[in-house]
């Protein structure tokens, strides 16, 4: 498929500085977008990058910054728990407000970062368990989690009224390298996350499609074959770090809440966004 002028959304942020790096080796030529402003990528000329620096709440600012392009990654937002208020703001109305510049502007397509915390009260299988499918009910660990699941809702509602197309990626762990046992099944290697997020981008009919982000990892929770329909082929397994972290952290303990559901800690006691 041609390649794709891109907006990409929180581009300052940790996956949007990665999807910056990699996104053009797959064709995309990217538009910036954060509220703090996105700096030169540090040790490597870029490729042309046009930049804005806007708020989710400046519907002026989107629309202006969707003008022209063929799609939207949208990872922008807060990325940890916080207050109600702050969540509504950033994600919900954030959201709404970017689907409305979409709208308003005629881009046909939206890649939407969802979180495996829309999800995250889901226990985790044991061995020989199924996988989790992407049907699998609801079940945020957070008000985090619950404005991916208000992402879901609209993009699905924008689907079927506007006709407005969007993958919603329910992302595991997006770093460059695993940290923990848990991110050893949720982990998705950022070379991986490219390729999934390219997938999305250029796959054709996907109408509302969710999947989970990880790379093909031996330990993995969730199935990947809606991304896979995508034409996703991911290339990575967290297993190479399994011996040294499994060896620093011991195993998952089935009696430790911590490690009971798919959402991990974010269960029990979640990281807060620190702003
Ligand atoms: P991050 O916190 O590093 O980046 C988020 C970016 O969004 C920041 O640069 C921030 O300035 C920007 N932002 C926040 N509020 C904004 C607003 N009102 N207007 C404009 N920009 C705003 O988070 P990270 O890790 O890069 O995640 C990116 C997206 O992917 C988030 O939506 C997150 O929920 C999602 N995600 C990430 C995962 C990961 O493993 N990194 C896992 C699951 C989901
Ligand atoms: C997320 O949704 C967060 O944005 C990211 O920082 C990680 O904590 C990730 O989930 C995770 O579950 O490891």
């Known amino acids: 498929p041609a390649p794709r002028t891109v907006l990409l959304t929180g581009a300052a942020g940790g996956l949007g500085t990665l999807m910056r790096e990699l996104l053009p080796s797959h064709g995309h030529t990217l538009r910036l977008l954060d509220v703090v402003p996105v700096g030169p990528l540090p040790g490597r000329e870029g490729p042309a990058e046009e ?3 806007a708020d989710l709440a400046d519907r002026d600012a989107l629309r202006e910054a969707v003008r022209g392009v063929d799609a939207v990654v949208h990872l922008a937002g807060i990325s940890l ?3 109600f208020e702050k969540i509504l ?4 109305e954030g959201t709404y407000n970017l689907y409305e510049a979409v709208r308003e502007e ?3 397509r939206v890649v939407f970062a ?3 915390h829309a999800i995250g009260y889901t226990p985790r299988p044991g061995d020989g368990d199924p996988l989790i ?7 945020p660990d957070t ?5 991916k699941c208000f992402g879901e809702d609209l993009a699905q509602l924008y689907w079927d009224r506007h006709g407005i197309e969007t993958v919603s990626v329910r992302i595991g762990s997006c770093f460059p390298e695993p940290t923990t046992v848990r991110m050893l099944s949720v982990w998705m290697s950022p070379a991986d996350g490219a390729r999934l997020f390219h997938a999305a981008l250029t796959a054709p009919d996907v109408g509302h499609t969710v999947v989970y982000g990880s790379s093909a990892n031996t330990r993995l929770w969730w199935d990947l074959s809606s991304a896979r329909a995508l034409g996703y082929e991911p290339q990575d397994d967290s297993e190479p770090y399994a011996a040294k972290l499994i060896a620093e952290q011991g195993e998952l303990d089935p009696d430790n809440p911590d490690h009971a559901c798919l959402g991990g800690h974010f269960t029990t006691n979640p990281p807060r966004w620190p702003h």
């Open 106 to 108: 005629g881009v046909r």
């Open 51 to 53: 930049v804005i620096t």
């Open 143 to 147: 008000f985090y989690g619950l404005s």
């Open 81 to 83: 728990e916080s207050s």
């Open 133 to 139: 499918p992407v049907d699998t009910p609801r079940r």
């Open 114 to 116: 969802s979180s495996n």
């Open 89 to 92: 703001k950033a994600n919900i």
